[in-house]
């Protein structure tokens, strides 16, 4: 609309407002006119559950593609040990060969950054009568590159490994002991791995897996979007609802959830995956 025509309705519009009520009706639309309205709310609030133990999810209509490090990430501190800690964490990182095909399924000239990708955060709370016992913070779609030395972990790690028959399982945590857990574990191995991870072939310190490929294996040997990457806080044991509507049993505490794309054998594991370059700047930490 054009000044000219602008000066011309003006009056009209005022003529009609002096004049009196202006009638108007609603008229519906066809479907070949709704296909051209796009929209997304930017906040989705949704509850589940019953009303002895209910959840509240609020959504974030956001995506983000960052390549971020932090110093250190601690959670769950009680003085004698640590439930969540992370040294030196990244979450993305920095290409280093331009003919890689990277987790994203795309190659990227050297120096530039291969993003990790989060789409619609939210925040979760669980109620049980009437009171909130716990809440998470997670992503409906996550993938890209989890990068740290885990000397603490505590929650659940989505890592295949391959036994020296070609046998493949999900692989356990465990305790400075040897013993199965799921908090503040510090060594990774098969499940029916002996006790003493510290000479044991069969396990290996969590510190071996420098970087993890967070996602979702798709079987063709891509990584998709998962949907379960999150970190929780409890009071007490909750089961929060995976992305298939199943559960996952999450212990009083920090529980962080990583799933990853990642098959491992043995030799694999004992080796370790090295660190993805996360800094352009050497400065001896080795993250260059």
């Known amino acids: ?3 000219e025509t602008r000066a011309r309705v003006a009056p009209a519009l005022l003529g009609l407002m002096l004049a009196g009520t ?3 009706e609603l008229r519906p639309i066809s479907e070949q006119e709704m296909e051209q309205v796009r929209g997304q709310g930017m906040i989705a609030v949704d509850l589940g559950g019953s009303a002895a133990n209910r ?3 609020i959504t974030l209509g956001l995506d983000a593609e960052v390549q971020t490090n932090i110093a250190s990430l601690a959670f769950g ?3 004698d040990g640590t439930d969540v800690l992370i040294d030196q964490l990244s979450l993305g990182h920095i290409a280093t060969d331009a003919n890689r095909v990277q987790i994203d399924g795309q190659t990227y000239a050297v120096d530039e950054i291969v993003p990790f990708v989060g789409r619609d955060p939210y925040i979760e709370l669980a109620e049980e009568n009437g009171e909130v016992i716990g809440f998470r913070v997670g992503f409906n779609q996550a993938r890209g590159t989890l990068s740290g030395d885990i000397e603490s972990f505590s929650g659940h790690l989505g890592i295949q490994l391959e036994d020296a028959d070609g046998n493949v399982s999900a692989a356990q945590l465990f305790d400075a002991n040897g013993n199965a857990t799921q908090t503040r574990a510090t060594y990774v191995g098969l499940a029916d791995a002996a006790t ?3 000479t044991n072939t069969q396990c290996a310190p969590l510190t071996n897996l420098q970087t993890l490929d967070v996602g979702q294996d798709n079987g063709d040997g891509t990584t998709g979007f998962t949907d ?3 970190i929780a806080f409890q009071k007490q044991a909750v089961q929060w609802q995976d992305g298939t509507g199943g559960a996952i049993d999450a212990a009083a505490g920090v529980f962080l959830n990583v799933p990853t794309a990642m098959q491992l054998d043995l030799q694999a594991l004992q080796n370790g995956i090295p660190r993805a370059r996360t800094e352009y700047i050497d400065r001896g ?3 260059f």
């Open 22 to 24: 202006v009638d108007a």
């Open 285 to 287: 930490l080795g993250l």
């Open 55 to 57: 959840t509240t999810r």
């Open 1 to 3: 609309m054009n000044r």
């Open 228 to 230: 379960d990457l999150f």
């Open 77 to 79: 501190d009680t003085g």
């Open 196 to 198: 003493d991870c510290a």
